[in-house]
């Protein structure tokens, strides 16, 4: 199951620094990041269309879907997306 939440802070962000319209979609997907232990993380994607999506969650006026393919690094997992002075930025809790 996927478990997600994205701040207030991040929803104004997403539309007053990344120019995001409300209706607009935004992927969530595995992003290869290097090796290691965490070879793999999670990224956002604001201009994406979903192809093929296992997940779709309206939240402050955004689409987020997560597609099949990507499912398995979201698996069991609280997604929480959120935003300081460096920007958005994600982190899972298992």
Known sequence: M???AVSEKALDS??????L???Q??????KYAGGGSEA?????NASATPIDPAWVQS???FHFFVEKTDVW???DE?????CNENGIFSSKIS
């Open 2 to 4: 996927i478990s997600f």
């Open 78 to 82: 609280l997604l929480q997306i959120d």
């Open 73 to 75: 690094i979201l698996q």
């Open 25 to 30: 979609y935004v992927r969530i997907y595995a």
């Open 14 to 19: 997403f539309k007053n620094e990344w120019g």
């Open 40 to 44: 793999f993380t999670v990224g956002i």
């Open 59 to 61: 939240i402050g006026g």
């Open 21 to 23: 319209e409300e209706g």
